[in-house]
């Protein structure tokens, strides 16, 4: 009650209080009926008190109160040392050149990454060392308080557990979601995984993406009915079955788009269209890529020959190789090409190979690298999970086909490789009724002159209508027009900034609306992002003004454009699983999945949990109440270590 300042607690004195002890306390009343509860003045704490206690109780806790004042009789260490920004600042400084050698022997010794401390694991772990020692001292080693691998493998068990628990409660309580799905197989166990994950909103927390799971593929083969009986049981496992699932985001395969067929509305992810398209100009014979085709097979071979040779360690940087299923990894075997370019004349020895490198064109090279560069720019927006996207495809779709149009400057090879995406991305990458939605609710994008040409066809306005807007709200009409000025055809120049590119022209123009027609009203308003403004934010502010566009834009805007969360699930296990740590059952890895991808999400929704130990809540109640003894602390831990010695067994990883 306190936490949520119920207007029903009230703080005040006792008629009778005398002692100047009540100078810092006062007590907690509740309806104005007195409780046997006293809260310090000083540092907020809650204390039990009863009137025949007198003053005993705030004795106690003077000793420890953190912000209890020395008296005025005896000098504080402050009078002898000022404490000050510059005297901070150094000691900061000085600890920080003591922490960088021990962490540079720390990844040395461990062989761990440089990047370790960058983690946000590693940080709460530094926090709550901080703690402790300032908990226990430097009387204490640090072996006597570091748990052994095998409890730490059991503790997994158990905060998957729990933190599962609170999923599903949250989960229950959602009106609105979408999943995406994907498989993959382990390089090292070669086991087979499916990931599902979900992704929905929460006008307190924002977009919020949850991993279900990344558990072993045990059905007998990989046909549409297993992939659907599989998502289903995942679904099922969290009370979530799948007719209850508007949409599902996973890649374009015809085992894909056989197992979402029925019941469900299957959006292609727009990254692997995009991937594909460039796997096709490099990997198929067409007449209008083979130049281009030849100049990327010429630095493929290099790039082979030089990591399959000693050469490589003499390079500045690392060459990365072109592989069909990793995205962008043409655009990176190129820029790391590029970077090392100037040092292979004096690398490659083999005289086959000095040849091909001279028969290279380092401009046409640069051409090509600044193209493909957009399409990975347009991935990585597409990309995002912490923003909405959907509503960005068209517009990006758009932009490409309209950089892919001919350019007088470019080499001859390139304005034919140009050619070929210009017809390729109009056919190949396929759009659905809900990037037309996604768009219109865009501000900056409800007047694109090819969305509106597209509305009037296929009258996505009216679909708008009938699939999203009930009967017991307020009425929309659909009779609307739009003035050719609002609307601008996207622009092909050329810019660092792809989606700028794409925004309307915002009219200066007032038109006269009609207060009974949230579209209209919608399309004619000037209502704009505010500055680096969330999408969601922005509805957020009009719910008001439009309510069922509002509902509308929750429904939609959640569904991603990609199902990259699944693929940077997989990347995540891929990284956990590794030549040196391959015993890891796959129940172990989906439990690690889970907990590494939503614990953060979950500590802001229902704050942190007490594991085995509770050493989060004996070190806080320490620093914040006072009351319980050190020697206190040290018999809880010790009896909660021994229950469950008496229950481990030796099955670390």
């Known amino acids: 009650?306190?936490?949520?300042?119920?207007?029903?607690?009230?703080?005040?004195?006792?008629?009778?209080?005398?002692?100047?002890?009540?100078?810092?306390?006062?007590?907690?009343?509740?309806?104005?009926?007195?409780?046997?509860?006293?809260?310090?003045?000083?540092?907020?704490?809650?204390?039990?008190?009863?009137?025949?206690?007198?003053?005993?109780?705030?004795?106690?806790?003077?000793?420890?109160?953190?912000?209890?004042?020395?008296?005025?009789?005896?000098?504080?260490?402050?009078?002898?040392?000022?404490?000050?920004?510059k005297f901070k600042k150094q000691l900061i400084n000085s600890t920080k050149r003591k922490l960088t050698n021990v962490l540079a022997e720390c990844?040395?010794?461990?062989?761990?990454?440089?990047?370790?401390?960058?983690?946000?694991?590693?940080?709460?772990?530094g926090n709550n060392l901080l703690k402790v020692g300032r908990q226990l001292g430097a009387t204490v080693s640090i072996e006597e308080v570091i748990p052994d691998p095998t409890t730490i493998s059991?503790?997994?068990?158990?905060?998957?557990?729990?933190?599962?628990?609170?999923?599903?409660?949250?989960?229950?309580t959602l009106d609105h979601f979408v999943i995406t799905v994907d498989f993959w197989t382990e390089y090292q166990t070669k086991i087979s995984y499916g990931g599902v994950t979900l992704h929905t909103y929460s006008e307190e927390y924002g977009l919020l993406v949850f991993v279900l799971a990344c558990k072993p593929f045990d059905l007998p083969s990989q046909t549409a009915d297993n992939v659907r009986l599989f998502t289903d049981s995942i679904l099922e496992s969290y009370n979530l079955p799948l007719n209850h699932v508007k949409y599902v985001v996973c890649d374009n395969e015809n085992k894909m788009r056989a197992s979402f067929r029925y019941d469900?509305?299957?959006?292609?992810?727009?990254?692997?269209?995009?991937?594909?398209?460039?796997?096709?100009s490099l990997c198929i014979p067409n007449p209008d890529c083979e130049d281009i085709q030849r100049l990327f097979n010429s630095i493929h071979d290099l790039v082979v020959y030089l990591r399959s040779s000693h050469n490589q360690c003499k390079l500045s940087v690392k060459l990365q190789l072109f592989c069909k299923i990793k995205w962008n990894s043409a655009y990176s075997m190129l820029s790391s090409f590029i970077n090392v370019y100037p040092e292979l004349n004096m690398v490659i020895n083999d005289k086959a190979q000095k040849l091909t490198f001279a028969q290279i064109d380092f401009d046409e090279l640069i051409s090509f690298a600044k193209y493909l560069k957009y399409f990975v720019d347009v991935t990585e927006m597409l990309s995002a999970e912490k923003t909405p996207t959907i509503s960005?495809?068209?517009?990006?779709?758009?932009?490409?086909?309209?950089?892919?149009?001919?350019?007088?400057?470019?080499?001859?090879?390139?304005?034919?490789?140009?050619?070929?995406?210009?017809?390729?991305?109009?056919?190949?990458?396929e759009v659905d009724?809900?990037?037309?939605?996604?768009?219109?609710?865009?501000?900056?994008?409800?007047?694109?002159?090819?969305?509106?040409?597209?509305?009037?066809?296929?009258?996505?306005?009216?679909?708008?209508?009938?699939?999203?807007?009930?009967?017991?709200?307020?009425?929309?009409s659909f009779n609307f027009e739009v003035s050719s000025a609002q609307s601008i055809l996207i622009s092909s120049t050329d810019t660092k900034d792809l989606l700028s590119e794409?925004?309307?022209?915002?009219?200066?123009?007032?038109?006269?609306?009609?207060?009974?027609?949230?579209?209209?009203?919608?399309?004619?308003?000037?209502d704009s992002l505010i500055d680096n403004e969330d999408l969601f934010d922005f509805w957020r502010r009009q719910k008001f003004i439009y309510p069922v566009l509002y509902s509308i834009a929750r429904d939609i805007l959640i569904v991603p454009a990609t199902n990259t969360a699944a693929e940077r699930l997989f990347s995540a296990s891929g990284n956990t699983v590794t030549e040196t740590r391959n015993r890891l059952s796959s129940q172990k890895v989906d439990k690690l999945m889970f907990i590494k991808k939503n614990v953060a999400i979950l500590k802001k929704i229902f704050g942190k949990i007490a594991t085995s130990n509770n050493l989060d809540t004996s070190v806080d109640s320490t620093a914040q109440k006072g009351e319980k003894r050190l020697y206190e602390h040290l018999l809880d831990a010790d009896n909660n270590d021994i229950d469950n010695h008496n229950n481990s067994s030796d099955d670390e990883e």
């Open 107 to 125: 990844c040395a010794v461990d062989s761990l990454p440089f990047s370790v401390c960058r983690g946000d694991g590693f940080k709460e772990l």
């Open 502 to 526: 794409c925004y309307d022209q915002i009219s200066t123009t007032s038109k006269a609306s009609d207060n009974n027609d949230e579209l209209k009203r919608y399309l004619q308003s000037i």
């Open 154 to 172: 059991r503790e997994i068990d158990k905060i998957y557990s729990a933190r599962k628990e609170q999923l599903i409660s949250y989960l229950s």
């Open 264 to 280: 469900i509305n299957r959006i292609g992810c727009s990254a692997h269209f995009i991937n594909k398209i460039i796997e096709h």
């Open 392 to 429: 960005l495809v068209l517009p990006l779709k758009q932009r490409l086909i309209n950089i892919s149009k001919p350019n007088p400057t470019d080499p001859e090879s390139i304005m034919k490789f140009k050619k070929y995406f210009e017809n390729k991305i109009p056919t190949y990458w």
């Open 1 to 85: 009650m306190i936490n949520t300042n119920s207007s029903s607690i009230t703080f005040r004195k006792p008629k009778h209080a005398k002692s100047v002890k009540w100078a810092n306390y006062l007590q907690i009343f509740v309806n104005d009926s007195p409780q046997y509860f006293i809260s310090c003045i000083k540092c907020h704490c809650i204390l039990t008190w009863k009137p025949n206690d007198g003053t005993n109780v705030m004795d106690k806790h003077d000793k420890s109160c953190k912000q209890h004042s020395s008296s005025s009789t005896q000098q504080s260490i402050e009078s002898f040392y000022l404490p000050n920004d």
């Open 433 to 476: 009724d809900i990037h037309f939605i996604g768009t219109v609710l865009h501000p900056k994008f409800k007047h694109l002159q090819i969305l509106i040409k597209l509305i009037y066809r296929y009258d996505y306005i009216i679909y708008i209508s009938v699939f999203y807007v009930s009967d017991s709200q307020s009425d929309l």
